[in-house]
């Protein structure tokens, strides 16, 4: 139900729950914004942001930014490397990564994989994603490769000299500046593999991703568990309580105590969780009740322009989705239990007599 509304609502969502502290507020809004991207893209996880990438984990940040995402399996039939056996949790990553000349092993046909990523090295694949090759590049290969890399942008917000070891917080800024960055062949973005487009301003816009990625609203209740709402595991879920930071095992645990609402990304394994609350400090609040009124205006009997719970708090009817949806059009009714889903504008709490509160329901539940 709602998807358009849904899908954009929770992509406004994630900009507050994702905030990271930087030195300043422009360098923060840009790299809150580049780790979102990276985020919903499914290229990589955004948790410990200053752990140094290996060169396996480098391999499937490759794989799962290009065309191969959602080709590659989670075993091996061969042993590509000596020290990448057929079982290792990379060895697929690899495999693509090295047929494809986006990374290559060393001289005893072994790859490192436990070895720390170099910007060099991260920038060749990078480039090879872009169509770059060998022939691109005659004389020194590794200056004239750094040297495009520079040109193409790919090095902005990375302070790095290119035989420095990479951490996550500079991969995230170089696969945002790749989604970012025109192909070889000079067809638009790159990033239109994995479904990017720009803003007006230059950047990835992450509410068009979202549209297509999240998932949801789903209620969590005595009755359903997390665990089998998502489907993937909780010990690789991050997820955001009512905005603020939590692993996926530490939403079951808190699920299982009160009734939640999630959406959720399968690609980046991220929850969003909301369980009941009316607070300014959440982006959107909860509440789940029996519809006791719905209420038209004078002008229009047949379009609601708001509802009543059972706790006598009333919510704005403002879209023409939400509208048909209480409408005598709609499914749901007088006598009906609901989980709405809405945001809220003046006042400070649901017990507040303040007149100029305003409840908006951007999405709800309906509870057979």
């Known amino acids: 139900m709602n998807r358009r509304m849904k899908a954009g609502a929770l992509a406004v969502i994630t900009f507050a729950a994702c905030a990271a502290p930087q030195t300043s507020a422009q360098a923060s809004t840009n790299f809150d914004l580049r780790k979102k991207v990276i985020n ?17 984990e480098f391999a499937e940040m490759l794989v799962k930014a290009s065309e191969y995402k959602n080709t590659v399996g989670s075993k091996s039939s061969v042993s590509v490397f000596s020290d990448v056996k057929k079982d290792h949790e990379y060895a697929q990553y690899v495999r ?18 436990d070895q720390y990523i170099t ?61 970012r960055a025109e192909p070889k062949s000079g067809s638009g973005i790159y990033g239109t593999v994995l479904g990017c487009e720009l803003t007006s301003d230059g950047e990835i816009n992450p509410l068009a991703m979202a549209d297509v990625t999240l998932q949801g609203p789903k209620l969590i209740s005595h009755s359903r568990s997390l665990s089998s709402a998502v489907p993937f595991s909780l010990d690789d879920a991050q997820g955001y309580l009512n905005g603020s930071p939590y692993s996926g095992r530490e939403l079951e645990r808190i699920s299982g105590s009160e009734y939640m609402v999630i959406y959720y990304n399968s690609s980046s394994k991220t929850i969003w969780a909301y369980t009941p609350n009316d607070s300014d400090e959440s982006d959107r609040c909860v509440d789940r009740g029996e519809i006791t009124h ?20 009333t919510y704005q009817l403002d879209s023409s989705e939400m509208q048909f949806a209480f409408s005598i059009y709609g499914t749901v009714e007088v006598g009906d239990i609901v989980t709405l889903i809405y945001t809220k504008s003046g006042g400070t709490s649901k017990d507040s007599d303040d007149d100029d509160v305003t409840r908006t329901v951007l999405d709800y539940i309906f509870e057979d």
């Open 40 to 56: 919903l893209s499914g290229i990589m996880s955004v948790n410990d942001l200053h752990s140094y990438v290996t060169r396996g």
């Open 96 to 113: 693509v990564a090295v047929q494809n000349q986006w990374m290559s092993g060393y001289l005893g046909g072994v790859f490192r994989p």
């Open 119 to 179: 910007l060099q090295e991260a920038a060749k694949g990078a480039l090879a994603l872009l169509g770059y090759t060998n022939e691109d590049f005659q004389g020194d290969q590794t200056g004239g490769r750094m040297a495009k890399f520079e040109y193409l942008d790919l090095k902005d917000e990375i302070g790095l000299s290119s035989d420095e070891p990479m951490t996550k917080t500079d991969c995230i800024n170089m696969f945002y500046n790749l989604l």
């Open 294 to 313: 719905i209420y038209y205006m004078a002008s229009d009997v047949m379009t609601p322009t708001a509802i009543e719970l059972d706790d006598e708090v």
